[in-house]
């Protein structure tokens, strides 16, 4: 008995002349001759990676109730909602992974690369931010004179007040002093009593 079929070869087969092709165009890549991602070949060169230019809301329905139902919207619904990615995470760190993310940066329209900065950017942000603790140290000496007039406006007012105190018993003296029932005011004072006189009248 002959066997006339041919064992089939499981091997990969390779097509040369295509790969050909892509190290020929790679290597023009490289050199700068062609465009790199095929997006930008159709037209839709992608934003480079940028900073976030508002605040994330992670708390405003923190310690809240809401009734979920079956028609309940997505938005509307427990966890936090992506409008970009109409999606819905559980949690907020899982939030803040999602959207910084790859998948939501792409939806945005953003590539994962980041601008290169330049030696001039990097100054102006340093400039920029020492600006901003000399504001910071203005703001403090700012509050710490104010807490020092405070305190300043505390000692006169308690200055001025000992001072009618102190009028005040010079005055006491002095009619006391004119009066005989002054010299009973003292002596009753001196006793431990606030007068001789009975308290109904």
Not at 24 to 49: M, Q, Y
Not at 143 to 163: A, F, I, P, S
Not at 169 to 183: F, I, L, M, N, W
Request: proline residues 2%.
């Amino acid at each position: 008995m002959q066997y006339d079929m041919i064992a089939p070869d499981h091997r990969r087969k390779w097509d040369i002349e295509e790969y050909e092709k892509l190290a020929a165009r790679r290597l023009a890549e490289e050199e700068g001759g062609v465009p790199k991602d095929d997006e930008e070949k159709r037209g839709k060169k992608r934003e480079l990676l940028k900073q976030r230019d508002y605040k994330v809301d992670l708390d405003s329905r923190l310690g809240k109730s809401i009734v979920i139902t079956k028609n309940t919207p997505a938005s509307a619904s427990g966890g936090y909602y992506c409008n970009v990615c109409d999606c819905v995470v559980k949690d907020s760190i899982n939030f803040l992974d999602h959207i910084n993310g790859k998948k939501h940066q792409r939806n945005l329209g953003m590539s994962m690369r980041i601008e290169r900065s330049s030696l001039d950017q990097v100054k102006q942000r340093f400039e920029i931010n020492k600006q901003k603790l000399n504001e910071q140290k203005k703001k403090y000496d700012l509050d710490k004179r104010l807490q020092e007039l405070q305190e300043e406006e505390e000692r006169m007012k308690e200055y001025r007040r000992e001072n009618r105190l102190k009028r005040k018993r010079k005055a006491e003296t002095e009619t006391s002093a004119d009066d005989p029932e002054g010299a009973d005011a003292d002596m009753a004072a001196m006793m431990g009593f606030s007068g001789f006189g009975s308290s109904k009248k």
